[in-house]
């Protein structure tokens, strides 16, 4: 596949074997629908092989883009943790957050280094950001409305999802219910101890 030139958008998620990614880190991380299952991914965490593919990851990136809801936990998490080069980098790497309710002071007052996109046009404001000097990534984690957006206007040129071994039976996921097919290219495949799999893709040119 040919890369265009600027930044690439990379999507990396938990994800449940019937496609749902709501919630994984906790149980009042996001109840929305009645969802009861919070918490889910974090027995199928293998550090050994997981941690390194995150922390890589990591290193490689150039902004993180979020969602309101992901962004306000992880802004409410990572600012306080300092100390060790993780952190030390999520708290000082550029930030991106989609929203219509914040304010630009309160984004940056909150967690150092983010920009809001805000206003009636958000996939334009990533499609502006992407195609902008750099030609780095911008890595999405979580936030399964706005990446259910950014599948559906073509703007995700990786998928990072480690697949996990279990079914929730409903939650929110980050794959459009818009009967259009999406080839992937298989770049990659990992197994961890406790049965996930850490699958790359990229989307197929036309």
């Not at 009645?34 to 890589?56: A, K, L, N």
């Not at 969602?67 to 600012?79: H, K, Q, S």
């Not at 940056?108 to 990534?137: F, H, P, Q």
């Amino acid at each position: 596949m040919d890369r265009q030139t600027g930044m690439r958008i990379i999507l990396t998620d938990f994800i449940s074997v019937d496609g749902v990614v709501q919630a994984p880190g906790g149980p009042d991380e996001d109840t929305d629908g009645g969802f009861r299952h919070g918490g889910w991914s974090i027995p199928f965490f293998d550090p050994e092989t997981m941690g390194p593919v995150i922390g890589e990851d990591m290193a490689a990136t150039e902004a993180l883009l979020f969602g309101r809801r992901t962004w306000d936990g992880m802004a409410a998490a990572w600012p306080d943790r300092a100390g060790d080069p993780y952190a030390d980098q999520m708290n000082t790497v550029k930030k991106y957050v989609v929203s219509r309710t914040l304010t630009a002071d309160g984004a940056s007052s909150r967690w150092n280094n983010t920009t809001l996109l805000g206003g009636d046009d958000a996939i334009g404001a990533v499609r502006r950001l992407k195609e902008g000097d750099g030609d780095g990534i911008i890595l999405v984690w979580g936030s399964p409305s706005l990446a259910r957006q950014l599948v559906e206007n073509d703007l995700v040129d990786e998928y990072r999802l480690m697949l996990e071994p279990l079914l929730l039976g409903g939650g929110k996921t980050i794959f459009p219910a818009d009967g259009r097919a999406r080839p992937l290219e298989l770049v990659s495949v990992t197994q961890a101890k406790t049965g996930v799999l850490i699958c790359t893709y990229r989307p197929v040119s036309a």
